[in-house]
């Protein structure tokens, strides 16, 4: 049971053009999502997060838009650099008792062409 | 500031074997999450640690999984009787507060486990 879905295994995009990363999910308890970056061999970083109330948050090249009646969330990441490429994921938060757990997406890969 | 550190990178283990994962949070950081990630899945949530306390273990496998956080030293993930399934990357993060599911939690590199 996926609560947290990221439909495009990858996603090829020109450099300096628009980068734009899907994410849906399922459970309406959800009031928290972030955006983590993945390089190879590495761990995952924080890039962004945006609260339930809001709608929109960015933060430099990267803008994340959140539309609560559709369950859907997207990263924007304009204009898009080599260093872009890495596989990104996106998280939603609810709440466990007193504590808050993520559910993960499986992650999109991002692949910016010269 | 070290970030977070996971030894070993790649663990192999033969089937039956024991693995023990170690994971030293940040500095200053005294709540620990152990995540695992299969190939081609996201990361599942597996445990969330305090120093000498198990806050949520909702995530781990009932039988052979155990996690501890000790009041000196690293958190150890301990997976007994190793089987093929168990082979996959773990990564652990902290956070300075049991908000890490909440706000940025930093990652380790992952240590890589093999059963073979």
């Known amino acids: 049971d996926q609560q947290v879905k990221q439909n495009s295994p990858s996603l090829s995009v020109q450099e300096g053009r628009i980068s734009i990363l899907n994410c849906d999910y399922t459970?309406?308890?959800?009031?928290?999502f972030l955006w983590y970056k993945k390089y190879p061999a590495e761990g995952p970083t924080f890039l962004i997060s945006i609260s339930s109330i809001k709608d929109k948050n960015e933060d430099g090249r990267f803008t994340v838009f959140l539309n609560k009646s559709a369950k859907h969330l997207s990263l924007h990441i304009v204009p898009s650099q080599p260093g872009d490429s890495a596989v990104y994921f996106c998280a939603a938060s609810a709440r466990t008792g007193s504590n808050y757990q993520l559910i993960w997406g499986a992650g999109t890969k991002l692949i910016i062409k010269p | 500031n070290a970030g977070v550190m996971q030894n070993p990178r790649h663990l192999v283990r033969r089937r039956g074997q024991e693995a023990r994962l170690r994971c030293s949070p940040m500095k200053g950081h005294s709540h620990v999450y152990w995540y695992r990630q299969l190939p081609e899945e996201g990361l599942k949530f597996m445990v969330y640690l305090q120093k000498e306390n198990i806050i949520d273990e909702s995530g781990m496998p009932k039988e052979r999984f155990s996690a501890e956080f000790p009041k000196e030293g690293p958190s150890i993930l301990r997976i007994q009787q190793v089987v093929r399934g168990d082979s996959a990357a773990y990564f652990c993060?902290?956070?300075?507060?049991?908000?890490?599911?909440?706000?940025?939690?930093?990652f380790g590199q992952g240590t890589r486990l093999t059963v073979v």
């Open positions: 993060a902290s956070s300075p507060t049991g908000q890490g599911g909440r706000t940025e939690a930093f």
């Open positions: 459970n309406s308890m959800f009031d928290y």
